[in-house]
């Protein structure tokens, strides 16, 4: 059919469509989304796995018309105008030609909390002209966002560590102290074992570790930054000075000395947290020089046997004597 000059016949030969979908992801250059058969593309998020996670959006840009189309542009309501100088085919579309572009947005699992399940939708919109002619036209993509909170557990196991003061017997750590050392006021060093685990499947950050007796400082501070991995366990031993007016408080009666630890910590959006205490106990005792007591029947064996005694070394005496004599 041949063409005309009107205004009309030419608007009419002139046109443009567009495609806009949420690409399924690969992990990679495709992006994180996962497919819903059911429904529309998505992305997950845990407190372990907050993101952030891209969703890539492909746009395809058809001219339908007989006539070559320029000053091609391509908006996104909410990512802004796409740059379509990394699309070289888009910016010039030959009659029946078919480009593609694309975008991309990340969003976390706050953005997915924030959402509270709900559709996000944007809109692609593309501008060009044929023949003088502006054409537009437009599309929309929806993608969802969801997000699963995993609970944390911590466990805190603390124990008192064999040494040179300390003698684990039947399981109970002793603290023993001699006459001497007790009434000199020595004091007997003792170490403290604390090992933190993340017996959860998700990761905990603000690990905070206390044991008033020993210090009024955490021992595992906030500020330190320890992060636990799921299965992951931490180690850190303390030193403590014993004094005698610790051990003995009654005086020189044994005692039994208990503190408590506890130890804390959060998921990594910290709107889950968990936390565990254990105690260990010292047990001290005064150590008494032996002292062998002698009974009544003792003396009545041991006096006839030192007279025997005396008497035989006089008796010997008396023969050696005489024996010189006869000499």
């Known amino acids: 059919t041949a063409r005309t000059d009107s205004d009309e016949a030419v608007k009419s030969w002139v046109d443009i469509e567009i495609v806009k979908t949420a690409v399924v992801g690969d992990g990679f250059s495709d992006g994180d989304l996962l497919d819903d058969p059911e429904g529309f593309p998505f992305l997950f998020f845990t407190t372990s796995d907050i993101g952030p996670k891209t969703a890539v959006f492909e746009y395809a840009i058809t001219n339908p018309s007989p006539v070559t189309l320029v000053d091609v542009a391509l908006v996104d309501d909410r990512l802004g105008t796409i740059d379509l100088s990394l699309f070289p085919d888009c910016q ?61 557990l911590i466990d805190l196991v603390k124990e008192v ?63 330190d930054g320890v992060t636990l991995a799921p299965d992951e366990s931490i180690t850190v031993d303390v030193d403590h ?41 010292v047990f001290t005792e005064l150590v008494f020089a032996k002292v062998i007591p002698v009974t009544g029947f003792d003396r009545l064996v041991l006096v006839p046997m030192a007279m025997l005694l005396v008497s035989l070394g006089i008796a010997i005496l008396w023969l050696e004597r005489r024996r010189q004599r006869v000499r």
């Open 92 to 152: 010039v579309l030959d009659p029946g030609e078919t480009c593609f572009a694309r975008s991309s947005e990340q969003f976390d699992y706050f953005d997915a909390t924030a959402a509270l399940g709900a559709l996000i939708t944007n809109i692609g919109t593309v501008t060009a002209t044929g023949d003088g002619v502006p054409v537009q036209a437009f599309d929309d993509a929806t993608i969802t966002l969801a997000a699963v909170q995993s609970s944390i």
């Open 161 to 223: 560590v064999a040494g040179d003061d300390v003698t684990i017997v039947d399981g109970k750590p002793i603290v023993s102290w001699t006459e001497a050392e007790y009434d000199a006021g020595f004091a007997k060093d003792v170490t403290y074992r604390f090992t933190v685990t993340n017996i959860s499947n998700a990761t905990i950050i603000d690990v905070e570790l206390t044991d008033p007796m020993l210090s009024d400082q955490p021992i595992i501070a906030k500020a």
């Open 241 to 281: 000075v014993l004094t005698v007016a610790q051990a003995f408080p009654d005086g020189e009666l044994p005692t039994r000395i208990d503190n408590v630890a506890k130890v804390s910590g959060a998921n990594e959006t910290r709107d889950s947290f968990s936390e565990d205490i254990d105690d260990a106990s």
